[in-house]
């Protein structure tokens, strides 16, 4: 088993004073692909300056909220690895052929994974517990309620077109939505009602389904959205609409309530956005545009907030935002 490193970075941002500062609610973890490293931007602004390096291809990363674990999944090495809070690798998953999403369940600590032809589902200590093919490009996301799992498969390039489904705990289908998507390749659930905002890249759209299956709400009139991220607080959804150059937040009832327009995204340096994630205590987003390697985060007033020195990152793909109290 790879044993993978703690690394000193410097950087232009405040640094901690502790190496081994406790994991705060609000920590960011960024993904730097090009750099096979993940780095902690911690809530108050700081940046850890241990890395955790040594990857070939990081690509996507998720915290346990019950126990602040962190999973990385490495795509050219076809590994997934899982640290505690103490950053000591405590697990390896081999075999994982081309991740592209990682979802925990926070009741018992396993972890979906969304892969290049099959999802599969792995206990807390990394044993598989389920596979299943016939799916392209997975992506998922775990109900943490009631550990349901909902999988997008984006299909062969629209022919035949893409669906979602619903899994249960131990994998049985649930249900299938086969019409209305091109090629779904991102997905994220809403705990409160169990509904789900979907991406469809091809389809320049995002759509909302209810826990049943049924269109509830549609974003049309995008140019290839790349990301969608849902705040549990209030049930809206900010939406990288990467060729447009902008990020706009929608109600549950897919109503476009905020705007950060291009002309203020590329303000900042902001071409492409590839990437949303939200910040659910406080409502601000981090951004990714990965084409010119800027990292930046929005308040929710959608002010610029924290940026992240380009010099430092190779190409960052993903962050992953710690939301709840450790218990």
Do not use: H
Request: hydrophobic share 40%; glycine share 10%; proline share 6%.
């Amino acid at each position: 088993m790879k044993t993978y490193t703690l690394i000193l970075i410097g950087l232009m941002l405040a640094l901690s004073g502790a190496l081994w500062a406790q994991y705060q609610i609000g920590d960011a973890w960024l993904v730097d692909q090009g750099a096979g490293q993940i780095i902690r931007i911690m809530a108050g602004n700081q940046i850890d300056p241990q890395a955790i390096s040594g990857f070939k291809q990081p690509v996507v990363a998720a915290v346990n909220p019950k126990e602040w674990s962190l999973w990385i999944a490495d795509s050219a090495a076809q590994v997934i690895v899982k640290f505690d809070a103490d950053k000591k690798q405590v697990a390896t998953i081999e075999g994982i052929k081309t991740p592209s999403s990682i979802s925990i369940d926070p009741r018992d600590g396993s972890i979906w994974v969304g892969m290049e032809n099959s999802v599969a589902k792995y206990s807390a200590d990394g044993k598989r517990l389920f596979k299943m093919g016939g799916v392209i490009e997975a992506y998922v996301s775990v109900n943490p309620k009631d550990g349901t799992c909902w999988v997008t498969d984006s299909g062969k390039s629209g022919n035949p077109p893409g669906r979602v489904l619903k899994l249960s705990p131990d994998g049985s289908q649930l249900l299938v939505v086969d019409k209305g998507f091109t090629e779904p390749k991102g997905v994220t659930v809403n705990p409160t009602d169990g509904s789900v905002w979907v991406v469809d890249s091809q389809g320049n759209q995002v759509v909302r389904l209810d826990a049943n299956g049924r269109v509830v709400a549609k974003v049309q009139g995008l140019n290839f959205p790349s990301s969608v991220s849902l705040n549990p607080k209030d049930g809206t959804a900010w939406i990288a609409d990467m060729q447009n150059g902008r990020l706009i937040k929608v109600d549950p009832n897919g109503k476009i309530i905020q705007e950060i327009s291009q002309q203020m995204c590329s303000s900042v340096g902001i071409m492409f956005p590839t990437f949303v994630t939200v910040d659910p205590n406080d409502g601000g987003i981090w951004v990714i545009d990965q084409i010119i390697r800027q990292v930046l985060k929005f308040d929710a007033t959608g002010k610029p907030k924290i940026q992240i020195p380009r010099q430092i990152l190779k190409r960052p793909s993903f962050v992953t935002v710690s939301y709840m109290e450790k218990r």
